[in-house]
């Protein structure tokens, strides 16, 4: 038993270790960002991050994946109970260490677990044929090469194969509850049950080495499970919660002003006589350090889901843009410097820059702004955020925008309007 007990405090620490790792390296790329004012107060914050992250409001927009996401959320959170008892027992080498001190609540514990387990697995298997046999489009779009594709199908088989695990190791305790008194009653459980038929001819060694096989495979797959999502887009299991409790409260359709430019403009009004505000840095974003932190953040929160992109305007005319690839292409340019800063560099000197080698005018400038991404969003991401600061680093920086919009943004500085009329013809058309 002691060989079991040192060989799981060190797996332990491998995993600790390599989360540990990921977690720093990730806070570091989000800390590129600018700091940015936040919107409405800690308690507007609060409300929305329990609503919309813990109650998953906007994914019951639509009812069936929504219902069996949920099942996979609760899951996810509730069995997880049962991984404490993993730790201690495989820590102290106990077996069911808690289950002395529940007394008959175990069992109802236990069979509420199994219930959970059964409701995951059948969730990811409908989610399973879903992406892969029934295709829905916004699975198959082109940002979703092989990659992405392959993340979420791991991670749904990932939960398969970890619920039976618990189911089977359950089975094959509740024939050894039978035979060996070290195996702790748990009361009948109802869903493994039905397995007990397979495993009750069999001998106690090969029982033995079915339950210890399963318990390991299922705490070995959930600590190598934790370590993975710090690399995939599951990460928005526990982003979910800072992206929404710091998202942008402010009415859609609000652009945030540049106080730079506004205070410019005042200067030359005479509203303001103080231009003492030292250089105004770049106008837009370039690159990911000239963006908010939490649009950063934003970014490895996404999951990925392309409702954002299935209700673009833009997309759906056939145009370059998919918010959804904005989000994945500022992700993986975080993941591209994340690299170089882990051997001790910045990154952000090699040459690219997310705008341009990862996001193309052409995308940017087929967004319309209508904020149909921004309402689709099941974790308040904001992509017309990003697009907006690229656009104004083309803009401003660059005087790169297309030709007819230079005129526009003239006639708008000259005739404030966005045709060239003289401000005193303005108005002819309502003479008659
Ligand atoms: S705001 Fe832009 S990116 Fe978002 S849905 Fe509208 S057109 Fe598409
Ligand atoms: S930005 Fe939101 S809606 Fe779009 S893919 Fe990511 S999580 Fe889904």
Known sequence: MIVQQIAFVFVLA???????????????????????????????????????????????????????HFFIYVGFLVIN??????VVDGVLGTHRVFAPWLGSFYSVLMNVFEFLAVAVLLACLFFLVRRNILKIPRFWSAEMTKWPRLDANLILITEIILMTAILTMNAADQVLQTRDSHYVATGSLFFSSYLVP????????????????????????????AVYVTYSKHLHIF???????????????????????????????G??????????GRFGAKDVNDLAWTNLMAAY?????????????????????????IMMDTRDRLETLGKTMATGGDGLNDGKTLLNDYITKEEINACTSCNACVEACPVMINPLEIIIELRRYVAMEES???????S????????????KFSAADRFNWAKD
């Open 271 to 280: 509203l303001e006589t103080s231009t003492a505000a030292g250089e105004p």
């Open 400 to 406: 790169g925008s297309p030709a007819q919009w230079n």
């Open 198 to 225: 397979l495993f009750q001819n069999l001998e106690t060694s090969s029982l033995i080495l079915i339950e210890r096989f399963a318990w390991w495979f299922h705490i070995i797959g959930i600590l190598g499970f």
């Open 14 to 68: 491998i995993a600790a270790y390599f989360i540990r790792k990921r977690v720093l390296l990730i806070r570091k790329t989000i800390q590129l960002g600018k700091d940015t004012p936040l919107s409405g107060d800690k308690n507007e914050r609060l409300k929305n991050m329990l609503l919309v992250a813990f109650g998953q409001k906007k994914m019951f927009k639509k009812l069936i994946p929504a219902v069996l």
């Open 239 to 269: 982003l979910a919660f800072p992206n929404t409790y710091y998202a942008n409260l402010e009415p859609k359709g609000h652009i945030k002003n540049m106080p730079v430019v506004t205070r410019e403009v005042k200067s030359m009004l």
């Open 301 to 325: 929160s996404c999951t990925e889901c392309g409702r954002c992109t299935s209700e673009c305007p833009a997309n759906q005319t056939g145009k370059k843009l998919s918010p959804r690839k």
């Open 81 to 86: 109970l049962e991984v404490l008892e993993f």
């Open 408 to 419: 526009m943004f003239q006639n708008m500085e000259t005739s404030f309007a966005p045709w």
